[in-house]
């Protein structure tokens, strides 16, 4: 069935779709990386999507990896977060005053995060990591934030220099339009190195694992470095959980590893697929936001009813039980796509961490920083890529993006994408 979106646009191609959005959109789209442009080729345009399928305008079917870059858990359309936001939508979309959804979606994450006594939301994940170094910023009454190399924490000005994910898709150093100002106060270190502080740094900011230079998991020693580091110059330790929240368990990557930031940022999982932030931290630090401190913080839409509809339908879903299993279906999908690559000697690995998956091609050893992550093999990446799609499997069209396995993804999805990988595996052989 063609849904009325398109219909109703009278257009029935993928390519009548992407030109005629060239024409008023940039590049045709609104995030970089799906313009396929390091993986060649024009993009798929979406019409529909349910549980781990997406289909799109011509009606041809994907079993889906992308997840909207992790942020649908549950998978398309689930039932419950469908419900809760048609639910909410009847009662007005926004008001710009508060809202019993907020509070109880705040209540939420800080019962299952003890780091997070207070939570400020947002629209997007890159506006959380902007306002936790605006008030990491304010808070110390310091200006200069530590970064890793091959982390992404969003289109933020101050945090761009040497970016993961499109940053490092698109081979850019950083960006166009950043003035030095804006990041004359940043420094951009080695990931997996604990870096060496002075009283002059605001906060350091890190993935905590990375999941934007494919997956990288952190060392043992780095995150528990990073919190003695802070401690011993006093500046402020933010995780970046934006994919990890909610992701690679209840308390995220700082319950896993036992290492508790002063300020986590989050995105993607708590919205339930519709645009959110936040940003979670200590009482006495959080107070240092607007209203209560001199750290301003605002925004039209934030802490939308829809968004908090649909956030707390997510995390309904989710508890300890949930994340062993999507650790379990990780480790399958990985252990499934290994044996398929392997076996048409298609050279690529996959590494997991807890619930996350990553691809790497090419010969090479397993990444720990963004130098060994660049080894990927991209060209390799990209005929793989391609041929998946042309195997009805959608992965994210970049080398450096993350697997994203849900609770769609059943043994028999995953195990119908492993079967599908033998064929893709020996199409991408060069
Ligand atoms: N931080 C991390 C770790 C991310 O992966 C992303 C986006 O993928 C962001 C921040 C930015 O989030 P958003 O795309 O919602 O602005």
């Not at 989050?266 to 630090?285: D, N, Q």
């Not at 209203?291 to 879903?317: C, E, I, K, Q, W």
């Not at 992550?373 to 390799?380: G, Y």
């Amino acid at each position: 069935c063609v849904p009325t979106v398109c219909t109703g646009a009278g257009l029935r191609s993928n390519d009548e779709f992407f030109d005629r959005s060239t024409a008023v959109i940039p590049g045709g789209v609104n995030s970089s990386i799906r313009a396929f442009r390091s993986v060649g080729g024009r993009p798929y345009i979406v019409a529909r999507a349910d549980g781990a399928r997406v289909y799109d305008v011509e009606g041809t079917e994907y079993l889906d990896l992308v997840q909207s870059y992790g942020a649908v858990i549950l998978g398309h359309a689930h039932p419950a977060i469908t419900a809760a936001v048609t639910a909410a939508v009847a009662d007005g979309t926004s008001y710009g005053a508060p809202t019993p959804r907020e509070m109880k979606l705040a209540e939420a994450i800080s019962s299952r995060v003890p780091s997070c006594e207070q939570v400020r939301f947002m629209n997007s994940g890159t506006e959380a990591t902007s306002t936790a170094v605006r008030l990491a910023r304010g808070y110390t009454g310091r200006d200069r934030v530590v970064i890793f190399h091959g982390n992404f924490h969003g289109a933020t000005d101050a945090l761009l220099a040497a970016g993961g994910s499109g940053v490092a898709t698109l081979g850019l150093p950083g960006t166009a339009g950043v003035p030095d100002g804006a990041v004359a106060e940043t420094m951009v270190v080695p990931y997996n190195e604990v870096p060496t502080l002075d009283e002059s740094v605001a906060c350091v900011i890190v993935e905590a694992v990375a999941a934007n230079m494919g997956v990288v998991a952190p060392d043992p020693a780095f995150l528990a470095g990073l919190r003695a580091e802070c401690d011993r110059v006093g500046a402020v330790l933010v995780f970046d959980e934006v994919i990890t929240g909610f992701r690679l368990g209840t308390d995220g990557a700082q319950g896993a590893y036992g290492v508790t930031p002063d300020l986590t940022t989050y995105g993607k999982v708590i919205g339930g697929g519709l645009p959110v932030g936040a940003v979670g931290g200590r009482r006495e630090l959080m107070e240092t936001l607007s209203p209560l401190g001199p750290v301003f913080h605002a925004g039209t839409l934030s802490g939308n009813p829809l968004a908090t509809a649909a956030g707390l339908a997510a995390l309904d879903h989710l508890d300890d039980g949930t994340y062993d299993e999507l650790r379990r279906r990780a480790r399958r999908l990985a252990d499934g796509l290994t044996a398929a690559c392997a076996a048409a000697g298609f050279a690529a690995q996959f590494p997991v961490v807890g619930t996350l998956v990553g691809m790497v091609c090419g010969d090479v050893d397993t990444p720990t920083d963004f130098e060994s992550a660049k080894r990927t093999d991209e060209a390799a990446y990209g005929r793989f890529f391609h041929a998946m799609l042309d195997q009805g499997v959608a992965m994210a069209p970049g080398a450096y993006e993350a697997i994203f396995v849900g609770l769609a993804h059943d043994d028999s999805v995953i195990d119908a994408i492993t079967e599908r990988a033998h064929a893709a595996a020996a199409a991408a052989v060069a």
